[in-house]
């Protein structure tokens, strides 16, 4: 999922951003298509009743919640703060650097991202069972 961000940006502007690779936020959530296929492929393996499914979806849940709830408003702060200091300040002190903004999720990217880890998780036992 990661690698899809790097390669997206890529053909959106033509140039190549090695930091699309590893940042957080975007489409699609790459935190909820891992926990996803985590969750799936704990319940292929040991059964969707087990209490280990259990854990791992109650993980998952938790992780996608954090992903477009507490990260993103984190990530709106950010643009707030930023905005103040360009307007507000001409001469920012020169070791001041811009909050990272692009955190968290919207509930799509996170829809699609833990549809995709599921997809994953359900292809890949279809090619290696276990």
Do not use: C
Not at 9 to 33: I, K
């Amino acid at each position: 999922m990661q690698g899809y961000k790097g390669f997206s940006t890529w053909s959106r502007t033509g140039r190549l951003n090695l930091r699309r690779f590893v940042e957080t936020g975007g489409m699609p959530s790459s935190h909820s298509a891992s926990v996803a296929a985590l969750s799936v492929a704990i319940g292929l393996q040991e059964g969707f009743t087990s209490a280990l499914f259990g854990v791992t979806l109650y993980f998952s849940l938790v992780v996608m919640y954090d992903a477009a709830g507490l990260r993103r408003a984190a990530g709106k702060q950010a643009e707030v703060l930023n905005r103040l200091i360009e307007t507000h300040f001409r001469s920012p002190q020169g070791d001041t650097q811009k909050l990272m903004e692009l955190l968290g999720h919207t509930p799509l990217e996170v829809l699609v991202g833990g549809l995709l880890g599921a997809a994953s998780a359900l292809l890949w036992n279809r090619i290696h069972p276990l």
